[in-house]
């Protein structure tokens, strides 16, 4: 029995043919450099997009919750929220910002004003993969100032 060694192939000049292998790792890794670069501009753009809508509900909320009813009696002056009021002062807020639809807007309790938005995200890069966008929602609950 003969072992078989392997052997890597010689050139004439006696050295390693392993030309064009140096040349294909290359290309392979700046494939996945390029690959993880997108991945990466999309996964930030998708995070800044939820940040606004963040911040749009927050606005929203806070403009809600100035839009109580106050009413002055024998004991005090008491606010109190409404629907109606917390919804007009969301709408108003989400018109002016423009980054976001108002989906939802009232009190839940007369004290605090709870407003829900969206907004569609579009991938700027990899947008093959959602061409119709992703819905982004955000939920903020404030509460008035004035009890």
């Known amino acids: 029995m003969t072992a078989h060694t392997l052997r890597p192939r010689v050139r004439g000049d006696g050295r390693d043919d392993d030309e064009g292998s140096v040349l294909l790792l290359t290309l392979g890794y700046a494939l996945l450099a390029i690959a993880l670069v997108l991945v990466c501009v999309d996964a930030t753009s998708l995070y800044l997009t939820q940040k606004r ?5 927050d606005a929203a909320a806070l403009a809600g919750a100035d839009g109580f009813t106050l009413t002055v009696s024998g004991a005090g002056a008491t ?10 002062q969301a709408s108003d807020i989400i018109d002016a910002l423009g980054t976001a ?5 009232g009190t839940p309790d ?10 569609v995200w579009h991938p700027p890069v990899l947008s093959v993969f959602v061409p119709n966008g992703w819905t982004i ?7 008035t100032a004035l009890r």
């Open 53 to 57: 809508a963040d911040a749009a509900a």
């Open 79 to 88: 606010a109190r929220l409404t629907d109606d009021g917390v919804y007009a």
């Open 101 to 105: 639809q108002l989906v939802e807007a």
């Open 110 to 119: 007369g004290v605090s004003a709870r407003v829900r938005v969206a907004t």
């Open 137 to 143: 929602e955000a939920t903020a609950t404030s509460r």
